[in-house]
């Protein structure tokens, strides 16, 4: 196995890893956490969000970067020289990347302290499950692209 090789899957690994545990992280948060606090006294609940949030915001933030750096080295490095002139491969792609960039948003609103982002996280839930479908529909579109593989 060549240097590049190695480059390439320890890339391809780390993205998918990152997305294994911000995906999960976040159907967590949305179906396990967030209805278990909801059973709590307010004062308890508000602090364990502050708390879950503080730490979680590490994570997003983390993770937020480690895809931008793995989705392009992927995209730019090792798909681009083999999908060039693929039109459908691209078009799919850019539809990923964007939506991508929307759960990064939504993400990076959810915990983050901005006041113009507080109703937002006032309606955690509904926002927490938009961000779960979109994320699901982007593994969708990777899956598809990898076994379409490349045409010939």
Avoid: C
């Amino acid at each position: 196995m060549e240097l590049i090789d190695f480059v390439n899957v320890a890339s391809r690994w780390l993205h998918v890893s990152t997305a294994i545990v911000l995906v999960g992280g976040t159907v967590f948060m949305r179906f396990v956490l967030t209805p278990s606090a909801e059973k709590l006294p307010q004062p308890e609940h508000d602090r364990l969000r502050e708390l879950v949030t503080a730490t979680w915001r590490k994570v997003v933030m983390a993770g937020i970067a480690l895809f931008l750096l793995t989705g392009f080295y992927n995209y730019l490095v090792v798909a681009l020289p083999k999908h060039h002139g693929d039109k459908l491969y691209h078009a799919l792609m850019g539809i990923k990347i964007l939506a991508a960039f929307g759960v990064f948003f939504l993400a990076e609103a959810l915990v983050g302290r901005s006041a113009a982002f507080a109703p937002l996280r006032q309606k955690r839930k509904t926002w927490l499950l938009v961000l779960i479908v979109v994320a699901f529909a982007i593994v969708a579109i990777s899956s598809l692209l990898r076994v379409r593989g490349v045409p010939a």
